[in-house]
C-alpha cells in the first residue's frame, strides 16, 4: 500500500520466563518529513483465553478480532486511504507486539504491569528510527465491538489532553458524540504509556468502558473465546476510522 516497511524482531522475556521472538511492524508514509502522527495498535492476540466464562478454555488462545485485529484493521484502510490521497502530515502505523502477554489472571505469583506492552516498551527504547519524533499518538484498542463506548481514558487525559480534546471534540462534530462520552474513563495499562513516558511522544488510547458489564469493564468478550469476528461491527470500524482520517488530514 505504497508504504516504507520497517521490522523490528528481537528476543524479549515474558513473565513466564519464555524467550519470546518479538517482532514490531512500522509502516511509513513520506519518512523524510519531520513532521508526522503516530497511529498505533497490537498485532498480537492473547495465548490465553482467561476471562472466558468457561475455566476449560482459560489456557486456550483467543482470535483477538477486536483485542488486537480491530485496530490493524484499521491501519490498513487507512493506509489504504493514503495510498490514493496522500496527507500532507507525515504518518506512522505501528504494529507492536506482545502487548497482550500480560500475566494471565489464573497466575498465582507475583503480577506485574510490566509483563504487558513488550513490544511498545521495546519501540519506546529503541525507536525504528534514531531521534524519531512525532507530533502526538493516537493508540487504537479494542475499536471494533458494538455499541461500545469510548471514554476518555486517564492516562491519555494527563499526557496527552489537547489531543483527547481533539479527537473527541472532531468526533462529536461528525455526530458520533453518542459513542465518544466527554467523561472519565478510568486508568488502562496499555500501548500508549511507554510512547507518551518513554518515547516522550504525548499519546493517547481509544478504548472502550463498559460502566455495567458483570464480565469485564472492557465489555463481554475481553479475554474470552467470544474475541471472534462475529462479535465485530463494521460500523464501529468505520466511525473511529472517519474520525482519525479527519484529525489526520486536518494537521498541516
Ligand atoms: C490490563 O488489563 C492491565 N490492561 C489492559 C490492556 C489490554 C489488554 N488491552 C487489551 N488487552
Ligand atoms: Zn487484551
Same mark, same amino acid.
Given at each position: 500500500l505504497g508504504a516504507t516497511v520497517t521490522e523490528q524482531k528481537d528476543n524479549v522475556k515474558g513473565w513466564d520466563g519464555n524467550q519470546l521472538k518479538m517482532r514490531n511492524i512500522i509502516a511509513s508514509y513520506k519518512p523524510e518529513t519531520g513532521k508526522r502522527v503516530l497511529i498505533c495498535a497490537h498485532w498480537d492476540s492473547r495465548p490465553w483465553a482467561d476471562n472466558d466464562p468457561d475455566p476449560k478454555n482459560h489456557h486456550t488462545p483467543i482470535d483477538g478480532a477486536d483485542d488486537g485485529a480491530s485496530g490493524v484493521g484499521i491501519m490498513v484502510e487507512l493506509a489504504r486511504q493514503f495510498q490514493q490521497n496522500m496527507p500532507e502530515i507525515g504518518v506512522d502505523l505501528i504494529c507492536f507486539d506482545m502487548e497482550d502477554y500480560g500475566t494471565p489472571d489464573?497466575?498465582?505469583?507475583? #503480577?506485574?504491569? +510490566?509483563?504487558?506492552?513488550?513490544? &511498545?516498551q521495546y519501540w519506546a527504547r529503541t525507536p525504528?528510527?534514531?531521534? =524519531?519524533?512525532?507530533?502526538?499518538?493516537?493508540?487504537?484498542?479494542?475499536?471494533?465491538?458494538? +455499541? &461500545? &463506548?469510548? =471514554?476518555?481514558?486517564?492516562? &491519555?487525559?494527563? +499526557?496527552? %489532553?489537547?489531543?483527547?480534546? %481533539?479527537?473527541? +471534540?472532531?468526533? #462529536?462534530?461528525?455526530?458520533?458524540?453518542?459513542r465518544f462520552p466527554k467523561r472519565d474513563g478510568g486508568a488502562i495499562t496499555d500501548d500508549h504509556i511507554p510512547v507518551s513516558e518513554i518515547a516522550k511522544i504525548p499519546c493517547i488510547d481509544i478504548i472502550p468502558m463498559y460502566?455495567?458489564? %458483570?464480565e469485564s469493564s472492557f465489555g463481554p468478550t475481553w479475554h474470552t473465546l467470544g474475541d471472534n469476528i462475529s462479535n465485530i461491527d463494521p460500523a464501529t470500524l468505520g466511525m473511529v476510522g472517519q474520525v482519525l482520517m479527519e484529525v489526520i488530514y486536518n494537521e498541516h
Open positions: 489464573w497466575y498465582e505469583g507475583q #503480577h506485574d504491569d +510490566n509483563t504487558w506492552c513488550l513490544g &511498545s525504528h528510527v534514531s531521534g =524519531y519524533n512525532a507530533r502526538f499518538g493516537i493508540l487504537l484498542d479494542m475499536v471494533g465491538n458494538r +455499541n &461500545s &463506548s469510548f =471514554y476518555q481514558e486517564y492516562f &491519555s487525559v494527563r +499526557n496527552a %489532553k489537547s489531543i483527547v480534546k %481533539k479527537v473527541w +471534540n472532531k468526533a #462529536h462534530e461528525m455526530g458520533m458524540g453518542g460502566p455495567d458489564c %458483570k
